[in-house]
Each structure stands twice: as C-alpha cells, then as structure tokens.
C-alpha cells in the first residue's frame, strides 16, 4: 500500500481508433495488450505501458484536440519520467516518434516573456521545503520533451532532479 493507500494504475480516455493508440505505446514503450474487445458495443484495448493501464475507448463521436502547430498550450498530456532526457529523445526518435516540444524549446519557453513582459513560465508558489533559492542553486530542475500520438495525445518526458526531502515525483 502506498502512503496515500491509492496508487494510481490506470488512466481511460476515449479515442478515434483503438488499434492505432496499441501500436503507438507498443512500438514506442513496450507496452503489453492485456485485454481487447468492446464495452457497450465499442472496441476498446487495454495495454500495460510504463507501469501504468492504459484504457484506450473507441468513441465515434470522438473528436481530437488541436494538433501540432495548432496547439499551444499543451494543457492535455500524459507525463512519463526518464533518467535521461537526450537519450530517450535519440531512442524514441530511432523508432519513429515526432517531436512538437524539445528540451531547447522548454528552455526558450523559460526565458521568454510576452509582449506585456510577463514571463511565459512562471511559478507563483513552491512548496516547502523547496525554496525559489534552492532551485537556483541547482537542487532541483525539471526537463521536458513532448511527442505526439495518434489523436494528438501529446507524451511528456520529464527529466526530473530533486533532493531527497522532497521526493514529489515517483522514482526519486
């Protein structure tokens, strides 16, 4: 049992076709099909990808989100942490995974501010006991890449440093 005692293992979303989202996080992450058939009469697939259960529903009146060059919030995406940034680029790149987001784009994003001179990224709170100090001095930093799926799922990969009193992220 987690500390929560609700470990999250599944995530359920409705989609143009079932078939397609299998061969996107099997070719790309190894996932498993654990279950295929129909719930109430559509298809549905589950598979096993990066720990996680992954319901893909198969919805005739599904419509998908702005794709890329059109989206520009990246509001809906599902996150993945990896050791190392670069390398899982390179890798996911060698097996056919587009990219609408690297890590040199996140840092522009950082940098940048809006014609009005607000910062594009900007964090207005930080829990304890991370301080805005601490993150300059390196304790902690968060780097990101975004692929895009069938139906304009966008997958995050975070390359994520924190020290050993926070540990807000799996893995760490």
């Known amino acids: 049992m987690t500390a929560s005692g609700y ?4 995530l359920s979303y409705a989609c143009s076709d079932v078939v397609a989202h299998e061969r996107f996080w099997c070719d790309l992450f190894d996932a498993q099909v654990i ?7 559509e298809p549905f697939s589950r598979v096993v990808a990066c720990g996680v259960s992954l319901v893909f529903r198969e919805d005739p009146d599904f419509v998908a989100p702005a794709g890329a060059g059109e989206e520009r919030a990246w509001r809906n995406r599902i996150g993945l942490r990896v050791d190392d940034l670069d390398a899982s680029v390179a890798a996911l790149e060698a ?6 987001l690297t890590p040199e784009q996140v840092r522009a994003y950082q940098r940048a501010t809006g014609d009005d ?14 301080t805005a100090e601490r993150i300059a001095d390196g304790e902690f930093a968060h780097e990101v890449a975004i692929l895009v799926g069938p139906d304009n799922v966008w997958v995050e990969l975070n390359q994520i440093k924190e020290p050993a009193d926070t540990r807000w992220y799996p893995g760490s």
């Open 7 to 10: 470990p999250f293992i599944e």
């Open 35 to 41: 279950f295929r058939g129909t719930i109430m009469g």
């Open 95 to 100: 097996k056919g995974a587009r990219f609408v």
């Open 117 to 130: 001179g607000t910062k594009m990224v900007c964090s207005t709170y930080i829990a304890p006991p991370l």
